[in-house]
């Protein structure tokens, strides 16, 4: 009976494989896996472990590996069918009836790993043999000793149309097509697909041949450097990871896994130590090779090469993880000095080297900006709104909502910072000689910007959040364009509102450039409750804190309309759909009570540091009063 690949992941995905183990062997909980002394072979400290996450286990000691129905036939004895049965049972899943069809491709995709395997041994011997000499030195020049090259199965493949076929005669012509050996043309002899080529065989995570892939000696115009097998019943190229069979294992130790753009990079690894490397199949990082990644590892690293086509790389690979996001899962990057590749860079810098770049991987954000804002010429405001439309463009592929929330604030953010600088106010004269006056804090605001916040948004300032907020960019002025695009959002919902956040728009230079403005200490902020302590509206707030809190009171204010907005469309559906409704409504309060709370944290916090600082003065106050009195 053939079992499609899908069925069976579903029932693995079923089936708990700690508690499948727990029934016959001590389990006990390390980090996000669990350990025991090995069930297979005599050990005295723990060196088998199981990993629900990635569905399987794993000893150290002896190498036994495998999921749930190996741990059934193993343990248990079982043969295949049966394992499947009795966890089929567990998980409630029937097992399908037989499909003579999906038999026959069984048994012929079983019979192709044969003709892999046997093409494998020939490409070897041919290696080994006269007529390999000259791939020899090839492999020789590139750095490759004997035990690399046994060990990654290097063979090659003679210059002659005819001669693979003629070694693997047993086999029928049609297998070998069909594994991708041989090509087949109208009206001539099918011929060999790998001419005078340095081969390596490409494996699955059982260690089995699935394809090939293959390099020239010299490098040829009009001929490709390298040359992988074509799909087949076995090889589908963007679901393949080479060398994902050894480096799934050394991950495991290290807690990594590097991707490299080449097989041969992830050889060089190999080489120097590096275990944990893998290589997609000559073509940009696909959705699902990510996903085996993430299978290892929370946040893969790309180490691609340090020029334009490394970067072009390492941003498709970007662009197809970006609506891929989850939160713990991402990618990091590594790119190397302009014109190295890891070999080159290994041969000059050596394994430490390289050990220092990959302990200090840039994150997807970082490649993402650093990649825009360098694309093209920034020299005018048009050039740096195509920057920002470049950036959201990223942003709204995302397809997790926080996620996608906190892309948009910090690009935003580091967009602000590049397009709208600070003013070089100690280049002004009036300006060098008021030692008081702290560019990056929060300034005092001049009695005509008061008055005229009061009047553009008259009933507006009646809710605390929305005071503030506008309060404390009269203040950060430098942060108004920041929040450009939620601000006029923010407009949008209320008419009133509008005329503030214009007439902010329209005079932030005016409130930066405040060298004709009169400053005063004591000078009154747009009216907001008397007990508002956010950072953003305090004297002497740290100017770090006080943006980030003003930036996140930004986002609370914009966010709170549209949930209030969600909560009642819910409501109106509960005649149609009340549970669905419900949900919605519940998830949506919930919501809303993280914003008050979060909002009454920003406040309480700076209220306790305010209460702290007091009686830090109180303090030295009456220390000072008793050393007079004495």
Not at 297 to 307: H, N, R, S
Not at 587 to 608: F, H, N, S, V, Y
Request: glycine share 6%; charged share 30%.
């Amino acid at each position: 009976m053939a079992l499609s690949p899908a069925w069976l992941d579903e029932l693995k995905s079923r089936i708990t494989l700690s508690a499948l183990i727990q029934r016959s062997v001590k389990l006990q909980r390390a980090g996000r896996e669990w350990k025991a002394c090995c069930p297979f072979h005599s050990e005295n400290t723990p060196s088998f472990y199981v990993n629900d996450q990635k569905g399987f286990y794993h000893c150290f000691g002896c190498q036994q590996h495998g999921g749930a129905i190996d741990w059934m036939m193993e343990q248990h004895g079982l043969p295949f069918m049966d394992a499947v049965k009795e966890l089929a049972s567990e998980a409630g899943m029937d097992v399908p009836a037989p499909d003579p069809r999906a038999a026959r491709q069984a048994e012929q995709r079983a019979t192709l790993h044969d003709v892999m395997k046997a093409a494998q041994e020939w490409f070897v011997a041919q290696l080994a043999a006269p007529g390999g000499a000259d791939a020899r030195a090839y492999l020789e020049r590139r750095g490759l000793d004997e035990h690399t090259i046994r060990r990654f199965g290097f063979g090659w493949a003679p210059d002659d149309r005819q001669a693979l076929k003629t070694a693997l005669s047993d086999f029928d012509e049609r297998l070998l097509i069909e594994a991708g050996l041989l090509i087949e043309v109208e009206e001539k002899l099918p011929y060999s697909r790998f001419r005078g080529r340095v081969m390596l065989p490409i494996q699955d995570a059982r260690e089995r041949v699935i394809a090939f892939g293959g390099r020239i000696l010299q490098d040829r115009d009009g001929v490709a450097k390298y040359l992988n097998s074509p799909d087949t019943p076995l090889f589908d190229k963007g679901r393949t990871l080479y060398n994902l069979h050894r480096a799934a294992a050394a991950s495991r130790k290290s807690g990594r896994v590097i991707v490299a753009e080449g097989y041969m990079d992830v050889i060089a690894l190999a080489a120097a130590g590096l275990e944990d490397a893998v290589a997609p199949m000559g073509t940009a990082l696909t959705e699902q090779q990510i996903e085996l990644l993430w299978r290892m590892v929370d946040k893969p690293v790309l180490c691609f090469d340090g020029d334009k086509a490394g970067t072009r790389a390492a941003m498709r690979a970007a662009e197809r993880a970006l609506p891929l996001l989850r939160p713990g899962h991402s990618l990091q990057v590594v790119q190397l000095p302009a014109g190295l590749d890891p070999d080159d860079l290994l041969g000059r810098d050596g394994r430490k080297g390289m050990d220092k770049l990959l302990e200090a991987p840039k994150s997807l954000l970082d490649l993402v900006w650093e990649h825009e804002r360098e694309a093209s010429p920034l020299a005018s405001p048009e050039d740096k709104a195509g920057l920002k439309a470049r950036l959201m463009e990223h942003v709204d592929t995302i397809q997790h909502p926080d996620i996608k929330s906190l892309y948009r604030r910090e690009l935003l953010d580091r967009y602000g910072s590049f397009a709208y600088p600070p003013r070089d106010f100690a280049r002004k004269e009036p300006f060098q000689k008021r030692a008081f006056f702290r560019r990056d804090g929060p300034q005092p605001t001049p009695p005509h910007v008061t008055k005229r916040l009061r009047e553009a948004s008259s009933g507006a300032f009646r809710d605390m959040l929305t005071a503030a907020v506008l309060g404390g960019l009269a203040r950060h002025p430098a942060e108004i364009h920041r929040h450009s695009d939620n601000l006029l959002a923010l407009a949008k919902s209320d008419a009133q509102l509008a005329r503030a956040v214009d007439f902010l728009l329209e005079s932030s230079e005016d409130l930066e450039d405040r060298g004709n403005s009169p400053i005063f200490a004591n000078d009154v902020l747009p009216p907001a409750p008397d007990n508002t302590r956010f950072s953003f509206l305090m004297e002497g707030s740290d100017p770090e804190e006080a943006r980030e809190d003003l930036a996140e009171a930004v986002a609370l204010l914009v966010e709170r309309p549209a949930l209030e907005a969600a909560i009642v469309a819910a409501t109106r559906r509960f005649d149609t759909d009340p549970e669905g409704a419900f949900a919605e409504q519940q998830r949506l309060r919930k919501r809303k009570l993280e914003i008050d709370t979060r909002l009454g944290q920003m406040t309480r916090k700076r209220a306790a540091s305010q209460a702290f600082e007091n009686e830090i003065a109180d303090a030295a106050e009456h220390s000072v009063a008793e050393q007079e009195t004495d």
